[in-house]
C-alpha cells in the first residue's frame, strides 16, 4: 500500500502503529522492526499526504512518543491538522503522565492530558484570550483548530475496583488525580478537525 493510498470514504491512519496494525489504515511507523506500511518520522519528517486528505487517524499510544521537544509535538499536531479534512475524527489513546506506565518507559517523552487538547481549539483560546488566560492558545499559536468530541480517564485496575464497589465516588477519584500518582492510568481523546 502506498503512502497516497484512501480507503472508501478518505484516507485512513495508523500513526505510531507498532505491532498494532489496523486493516483498511495506512500504518505508519519510525520503526522498521514492526514492518509497517510506510515508515517515517511522524516529529520531523514531512508527512506525504495531501491536505484535507484524511478522514480517520489513529495514534494508539503512540502520540507521547513522538519527537523528544514541544516542537517535535507541534510538528505531528500541524501535520495532523493539515491533513485532515474539516470534520476529520482523530482517536488518541496515551498513558497519563502521573502514571509509572508514562515514567518508567523512557520513550513516552510527550505529556499529554486531555486538558492539553483543549488547548487546541480557537474557539477556546478565544474565550481564554477575552479573560485574560492567553499564554497557552496553542491552537492560534501553532495554526491547528480541534475540538474535544469525548474523552475518558482509564483508571488504574485496583482504584476501577474501589469505584465500583464504592468504596471511592467518582468525585474523589478525580480530586485525587490532581495531585496523586497512579490512578489514572491512560486516557483516550476523540478530536474533530474545524476547518470552517
Known amino acids: ?36 506500511d510506510l515508515r517515517l518520522d511522524l516529529a520531523r519528517d514531512p508527512w506525504p499526504w495531501e ?48 502514571h509509572d506506565q508514562f515514567f518508567l ?17 480557537m474557539g477556546r483560546n478565544l474565550d481564554m484570550i477575552s479573560s485574560g488566560q492567553h499564554h497557552d492558545v496553542l491552537g492560534m499559536k501553532w495554526g491547528v483548530n480541534f475540538e474535544v468530541e469525548r474523552f475518558k480517564y482509564l483508571i488504574s485496575p485496583v482504584f476501577q475496583q474501589d469505584l465500583e464497589s464504592g468504596v471511592i465516588s467518582e468525585e474523589e477519584i478525580r480530586r485525587r488525580m490532581t495531585y496523586e500518582n497512579n490512578i489514572c492510568q491512560a486516557f483516550e481523546v476523540d478530536l474533530v478537525a474545524n476547518k470552517g
Do not use: W
Not at 9 to 31: A, P, Q, T
Not at 73 to 78: A, P
Not at 109 to 120: E, G, K, N, Y
Open 1 to 36: 500500500m502506498d503512502a497516497q493510498t484512501s480507503v472508501d470514504s478518505g484516507l485512513k491512519l495508523n500513526l505510531g502503529c507498532g505491532f498494532r496494525k489496523k486493516s483498511g489504515y495506512i500504518n505508519v511507523d519510525v520503526s522498521r522492526n514492526c514492518m509497517p
Open 51 to 98: 491536505t484535507n486528505s484524511a478522514q480517520e487517524i489513529v495514534f494508539e499510544y503512540s502520540m507521547e512518543q513522538m519527537g523528544t521537544t514541544p516542537s517535535d509535538l507541534e510538528h505531528v499536531l500541524r501535520e495532523l491538522f493539515r491533513v485532515s479534512a474539516h470534520g476529520a475524527k482523530t482517536f488518541v489513546a496515551a498513558f497519563h503522565p502521573r
Open 105 to 121: 518507559n523512557p520513550v513516552c517523552t510527550q505529556r499529554l492530558s486531555p486538558d492539553f487538547f483543549h488547548l487546541l481549539s
